[in-house]
């Protein structure tokens, strides 16, 4: 599954979410409230697009659906992926010139020149990846969305296990979930088929790493031990 991680700044003005094992296609399958349209600030994927200020743009469900497909089709292509998305079309055209130069300064430095949320966008998300799944920095406007976008995408590990029959999260995973999660989680989802089916989750405490790479590394010669491990048969 990946790394997990939530850190807040001291304002409380935003929400930093830095994970790695969830790539695009998973952010928008699992979180909670529908992107409705996207800005984009990087983008290396080649899908006809339209665009406005010379960013492109993907308004509405039928086209954000379309660019979908397409990172699908391409899930090996590597490179920045950077959106923000927005709440209205027309609202693009309140952009001034402050904001484009705060939108440009996030995709370069993967980071909010001043707030990450914008006024005139009204956007619930800034997300900035690196090579699709292997890191993400996502901002968003509420704090437990991340987490059940996390809970979301542990439900469809979990029943594309069971050959997509539905399985319950138990109650005991959730909350670890949650509690481990803000201390910095990495999970393992290991699957093995003997007579029956057996899926065992393993959650492991990190600490708050900002960097996948440094995370890695830093376990490169270190056993760890699962902080919370549930098997399922």
Same mark, same amino acid.
């Given at each position: 599954?990946?790394?997990?991680?939530?850190?807040?700044?001291?304002?409380?003005?935003?929400?930093?979410?830095?994970?790695?094992?969830?790539?695009?296609?998973?952010?928008?399958?699992?979180?909670?409230?529908?992107?409705?349209?996207?800005?984009?600030? &990087?983008?290396?994927?080649?899908?006809?697009?339209?665009?406005?200020?010379?960013?492109?743009?993907?308004?509405?469900?039928?086209?954000?659906?379309?660019?979908?497909?397409?990172?699908?089709?391409? &899930?090996?292509?590597? *490179?920045?992926?950077?959106?923000?998305?927005?709440?209205?079309?027309?609202?693009?055209?309140?952009?001034?010139?402050?904001?484009?130069?705060?939108?440009?300064?996030?995709?370069?430095?993967?980071?909010?020149?001043?707030?990450?949320?914008?006024?005139?966008? +009204?956007?619930?998300?800034?997300?900035?990846?690196?090579?699709?799944?292997?890191?993400?920095?996502?901002?968003?406007?509420?704090?437990?969305?991340?987490?059940?976008?996390?809970?979301?995408?542990?439900?469809?590990?979990?029943?594309?296990?069971?050959?997509?029959?539905?399985?319950?999260?138990?109650?005991?995973?959730?909350?670890?979930?949650?509690?481990?999660?803000? &201390? *910095?989680?990495?999970?393992?989802?290991?699957?093995?088929? +003997?007579?029956?089916?057996?899926?065992?989750?393993?959650?492991?405490?990190? *600490?708050?790493?900002?960097?996948?790479?440094?995370?890695?590394?830093?376990?490169?010669? &270190?056993?760890?031990?699962?902080?919370?491990?549930?098997?399922?048969?």
């Amino acid at each position: 599954m990946g790394f997990f991680s939530v850190s807040k700044n001291f304002l409380l003005t935003k929400i930093l979410t830095v994970f790695s094992g969830i790539g695009f296609v998973d952010f928008i399958e699992c979180i909670p409230i529908a992107v409705e349209n996207m800005l984009l600030m &990087k983008s290396d994927y080649f899908w006809n697009s339209r665009d406005y200020l010379k960013f492109e743009i993907a308004e509405g469900k039928e086209e954000i659906d379309r660019l979908t497909r397409v990172i699908r089709e391409e &899930k090996f292509k590597h *490179g920045d992926f950077s959106f923000v998305d927005y709440a209205d079309a027309g609202l693009l055209s309140r952009l001034n010139d402050d904001n484009i130069a705060e939108l440009l300064y996030l995709a370069h430095m993967i980071k909010p020149l001043r707030s990450p949320f914008f006024d005139v966008l +009204q956007n619930n998300f800034v997300y900035l990846s690196h090579d699709d799944d292997w890191c993400c920095n996502l901002y968003c406007r509420e704090h437990k969305m991340p987490i059940e976008m996390l809970l979301n995408r542990l439900r469809k590990v979990i029943n594309e296990a069971y050959c997509d029959d539905t399985v319950s999260l138990p109650e005991e995973l959730i909350e670890a979930t949650h509690e481990l999660s803000l &201390k *910095g989680l990495l999970i393992n989802a290991d699957i093995s088929v +003997q007579r029956k089916k057996t899926l065992t989750i393993s959650f492991y405490e990190v *600490g708050g790493y900002e960097n996948i790479d440094v995370l890695f590394d830093s376990f490169d010669d &270190k056993e760890l031990s699962p902080s919370y491990e549930l098997r399922l048969t």
